[in-house]
């Protein structure tokens, strides 16, 4: 949206505990037709500390136009944080085939209070370098914001580098297997009178058991789908089905002609 594009061409990804229960109505307000809500939405955050990779995050300050580059200062500071990083990695047990090193620097233009992050090459840094890093952030200033200032001098913010393992997997197209044994197998747990406010009153509505919903269901809204992280709210005009990794997808159903 902050670089202009409509918002009418995506869908929109509901996670968290609360994501599922506003999402369609926050997608009306944006014009998107489709919510996908993942299966445990209230945990994908712990789902992505068991699979992210373990990391180390070193960072050297210095605040100094590019054009000042000073990089023997810098050169240290990368050689001791890459030794200290595979030190470390490996003391958790990551094999050190297996560690990705990756080099940064927070750039900004000078007079400006925030900076953007930009990946640098491998080797040591020279003052020849400067140049390079100049073209790296123009084109990632633009890539960000659609122009440049080629007038202005560029400003170094940190210098900073990430020592990391492997990312952990996670086989998605069996997720949800064992949810899906320990369900009661009644998809439809009941209905409750539920208010809507698309229809102003209150609507006897179907409430179904997240874990009961095999791929390929589908229910038509107003409906309550419930698991224990969180609800998906369906609500009036929409219609959600479960894709084979257990997605609920729900979507505005297509208005009728005339």
């Known amino acids: 949206l902050e ?6 061409r995506y869908a929109m990804f509901a996670f968290g505990g609360s994501g599922p229960v506003h999402g369609c109505r926050v997608a009306e307000n944006l014009g998107i037709r489709t919510v996908i ?16 990779p373990m990391a180390f995050d070193f960072v050297h300050t ?5 054009d000042d580059l000073a990089p023997d200062a810098i050169n240290d500071f990368f ?8 030190q470390q990695l490996k003391e958790a047990g990551i094999d050190p085939a297996a560690v990705t090193i990756t080099r940064y620097a927070d750039l900004r233009y000078s007079g400006q209070g925030y900076e953007i992050g930009v990946s640098l090459p491998d080797g040591p840094l ?12 123009a084109a990632e200033y633009e890539r960000l914001y659609g122009r440049v200032d080629p007038d202005k001098r560029i400003e170094t913010v940190n210098w900073r580098l990430v020592a990391s393992g492997p990312s952990g997997e996670v086989p998605l197209d069996r997720w949800g297997e064992t949810v899906e044994a320990a369900s009661s ?10 208010y809507f406010p ?33 609800t998906v709210i369906v609500i009036p005009g929409w219609d959600a089905r479960v894709d084979r990794f257990r997605n609920l997808i729900v979507e505005r159903r297509p208005a009728r002609a005339g």
Request: glycine share 12%; net charge negative.
């Open 37 to 52: 809500c993942a299966l445990g939405a209230g945990t994908l955050s712990a789902l992505g500390l068991l699979i992210a």
């Open 62 to 66: 210095d605040v100094a136009l590019l």
């Open 3 to 8: 670089q202009g594009r409509d918002s009418r």
């Open 79 to 86: 050689v001791s944080a890459q030794a200290q990083g595979r």
């Open 126 to 137: 020279t003052e020849a370098s400067r140049a390079g890093i100049a073209t790296l952030f």
């Open 198 to 230: 698309e229809l102003g009153k209150y609507v006897e509505t179907p409430v179904y058991d997240r874990y009961a919903m095999p791929p390929e269901t589908s229910v038509a809204g107003p409906a309550i789908v419930e698991e224990k992280e969180s």
């Open 185 to 194: 197998g009644q998809m439809r747990k009941g209905s409750r009178e539920v």
